[in-house]
């Protein structure tokens, strides 16, 4: 096929160019995680295809370099918890991935104009998003998590899971600068376009069906509750460094100011010196103590589960009995399911790779009873200095339902959730802790583990935004951090295991997108070789013709 551009004379071309990369740079931005507007995660895509499918630029690539770092940087900033070198480090990789998918698709594009090649593009970037959630930190950088305010379009990851629904946006901008090429060449798109909008039209069918699915669910009183722990920080750091410090709850995770708070803790971890340390000592006391007052309050409303936000309840190892006992008392006293979610210091000499702190979510039942002791199976990069768990999400069976426990970044893993429907989970417990530029993405993420396995989920969360949802992410609970009052609510929540197709296929779609991709890039290097073949072929007959 003759290749499909538009032949712009400088300087139009160049501006054109310089129009459609900030787009695609702004559009980047409003889609990630510290934004979220659904709208801009399919347009993105459209900008960046008709760039590289139809400008006629020479070395386009070094065009289109320094806006990718750029929106990709700009996105990821104060998202991803690690140092600022290994950031760069990492958006200069991640860029690099996408370039190839893009130079890929316009290769594809340049051999066919038939339909069928808009497929490879979206089937490209759910590979990539595939090998990146199996390889590297999870599902944070699919465009399916930003897609939260379309409630029917996120019931597809009931069947292919978020894959699905990141095919739809990246098949929506292949089509439209599909459909802009042949329309420019006055030739017909009008049956690709149909094909899209049927799809899109089957998918959104599908999804409101299901969100208006039965009405009369199994309801339980549950509870969350998050005590801040901004007074033991500052507490700390008067101790420490004899300042005095107010910290702004929405501090940026990057800030040298929390570097240097996170900094002043090391000698107060490394020595549990309580009498130096009283005043922050006591403070930690009074969270825990908070906690205990706030789930009393949430017995008394009548809650049956409450579950604290992650490592909400703070002590050292020589603490841990105490808390322990104390965490028993309160749930046989009261008839209730307590889910403490606890962080356990151990003193010492903090060297480079030690793991200091046990961070734990001690399941106990209405008779005081210890059920389960879950230790987070995925500790953050970089940020977290816990031991992982052993991969495993306990699910206990209560009165209530089978009850599920996992915590945060854990859920950002979709292979690992789908332990969550092997076992029929009714509702997961999920303690997290958020900080403000991923909130609240992160709690949206989550939602779509329980469209995927066909549970409800409880997300407390510190730093965030709390929710309860039932299997289809319909919103019963939330609560927002950044909100003033306290941090508490008990409502009745759904729960009930319902079947999906997922469970079953898991990420077939993802796999077969990722296969489909495969086969056409070897493909395309057989054909290579066959053709250099040809040519060596050729160049030896004449060779031969003239030697005789």
């Known amino acids: 096929m003759e290749q499909i551009s538009i032949n712009h004379r400088l300087p139009g071309k160049k501006l054109l160019a310089i129009i459609l990369l900030t787009l695609a740079v702004f559009a980047k931005i409003l889609a990630g995680p510290k934004l979220s507007i659904a709208v801009f995660a399919w347009l993105e895509p459209v900008f960046l295809l008709y760039f590289f499918r139809m400008m006629a630029l ?18 990821a900033y104060d998202v991803i918890p690690f140092p600022l070198p290994v950031l760069i480090v990492l958006t200069i990789l991640s860029t690099f991935k996408e370039m190839v998918v893009f130079v890929l698709d316009k290769k594809i594009c340049q051999q066919s ?32 998590n930003s897609q939260y305010s379309f409630p029917w379009l996120l019931q597809l990851a009931s069947v292919t899971g978020i894959w699905g629904i990141s095919f739809m946006l990246y098949w929506f901008g292949s089509v439209a600068i599909w459909s802009f090429q042949r ?13 899209f909008a049927t799809t899109l039209t089957i998918v959104m069918v599908f999804g409101s069906i299901r969100m208006a699915g039965e009405t009369e669910q199994r309801k339980i009183k549950i509870a969350g509750l998050t005590v801040p722990a901004f007074g033991y920080l500052e507490a700390m750091y008067k101790t420490a460094t004899g300042k005095d410090i107010t910290i702004n709850p929405r501090l940026s995770i990057a800030s040298q100011e929390l570097q240097q708070i996170n900094l002043a803790q090391i000698p107060f971890i490394e020595t549990a010196d309580t009498v130096k340390y009283k005043t922050a000592y006591h403070a930690l006391e009074k969270i825990n103590d908070s906690l205990f007052v706030l789930s009393e309050q949430a017995a008394r409303e009548g809650a ?18 105490r808390l322990m006992e104390r965490g028993k008392f309160f749930a046989a006293r009261n008839h209730v399911y307590l889910l403490m979610a606890i962080a356990i210091l151990e003193p010492g000499k903090i060297t480079f790779g030690k793991k200091f702190i046990e961070n734990k979510a001690v399941f106990i039942g209405p008779d005081g009873t210890v059920l389960n002791i879950f230790h987070k199976n995925k500790p953050v990069p970089f940020a977290e200095n816990s031991e992982p768990g052993d991969g495993k999400i306990p699910v206990i ?17 979709p292979s690992e959730m789908q332990q969550l429907a092997d076992n029929k989970a009714d509702v997961l417990l999920l303690p997290s802790g ?22 409800s989920v409880v997300r407390q969360v510190s730093g965030g935004l709390s929710v309860a949802v039932d299997y289809r992410g319909k919103q019963y609970a939330h609560l927002d951090f950044y909100k003033n009052g306290t941090k508490l609510w008990v409502n009745d929540v759904p729960v009930g295991y319902r079947f999906t197709l997922y469970s079953i296929a898991g990420n077939l779609f993802a796999c077969l997108c990722l296969l489909c991709v495969a086969g056409v890039i070897i493909y395309m290097l057989f054909q290579m070789l066959a053709e250099k073949i040809k040519k060596n072929k050729s160049g030896l007959k004449q060779f031969g013709s003239l030697s005789l």
């Open 183 to 195: 329309y420019q060449h006055n030739q017909n798109f009008k049956r690709g376009i149909v094909i």
């Open 397 to 413: 069976e209560t009165p209530y339902g089978r009850i599920a426990t996992s915590i945060c970044y854990d859920a950002d893993f």
């Open 113 to 144: 104009d038939q339909f069928i090649a808009s497929l490879f593009f979206p089937a490209a970037c759910v590979a990539l998003e595939f090998i990146n959630a199996k390889t590297g930190g999870g599902a944070w950088w699919s465009v399916a």
């Open 304 to 321: 049956k589960i409450i579950t604290w936000s992650e490592a909400n309840a703070i002590g050292f190892s020589f603490d841990e009995k």
């Open 58 to 75: 020479k070395r386009k690539l070094l065009w289109a370099l320094p806006f990718m770092l750029l929106g990709n940087f700009i996105a």
């Open 434 to 455: 958020d900080w403000y530029s991923i909130s609240p993405y992160h709690t949206h993420m989550a939602v779509l583990r329980g469209i995927e396995n066909g549970c």
